[in-house]
């Protein structure tokens, strides 16, 4: 019995998106800091943990860390990082109040959401950015802030630089 459920759980971790893996692997570029690596490894273990989870048999409820409108919220902010987000759209497309939503991701991840959502943004970000594949403006678009000076602010206070600058602190 505890060989067929590791063979399960092997058969689940092989059948991982081939993104999320690749995403693992491109951390290793020098491009990050280790607190950048910290943060975006601990998104992207949460991300497979939520993929796990979707993938195992629900014969009873499983136990877990975090709530389950946290586990939803992650899974849609990860799959829609690239657009505009705010608890508002959380509510409306997941069907929670934003107040039951505000509570539980700071009661399970101590951090408000919509600090998660713009650090997570600024991350990705500044790595396009310092890797040249695409510029400040380029950034801002494609990862949904409302405008260049919103962007420009949350970038220069979370970096210490602007993005046109190379930040000796990342």
Not at 55 to 72: A, C, G
Request: hydrophobic share 35%.
């Amino acid at each position: 019995n505890m060989i067929s459920q590791s063979m399960g759980k092997i058969r689940i971790i092989e059948s991982l998106s081939d993104n999320i893996i690749n995403d693992f692997i491109s951390l290793d570029d020098n491009k990050f800091s280790d607190f950048e690596k910290k943060f975006l490894i601990l998104s992207k273990l949460i991300s497979v943990l939520i993929e796990m989870g979707h993938l195992l048999p629900r014969e009873e409820e499983t136990d877990s860390n975090f709530s389950k409108i946290t586990i939803k919220c992650l899974s849609y902010i990860n799959k829609n990082i690239c657009s505009p987000l705010t608890v508002t759209d959380l509510s409306k497309n997941l069907n929670y109040s934003r107040s039951s939503i505000l509570h539980s991701f700071k009661s399970d991840l101590n951090i408000s959401v919509y600090k998660y959502i713009i650090e997570k943004k600024l991350i990705y970000a500044h790595k396009d950015i310092q890797s040249g594949a695409i510029s400040a403006t380029q950034a801002c678009q494609k990862y949904g802030f409302s405008d260049y000076s919103c962007f420009y602010r949350h970038y220069k206070k979370y970096f210490g630089a602007s993005p046109s600058e190379k930040s000796s602190r990342w």
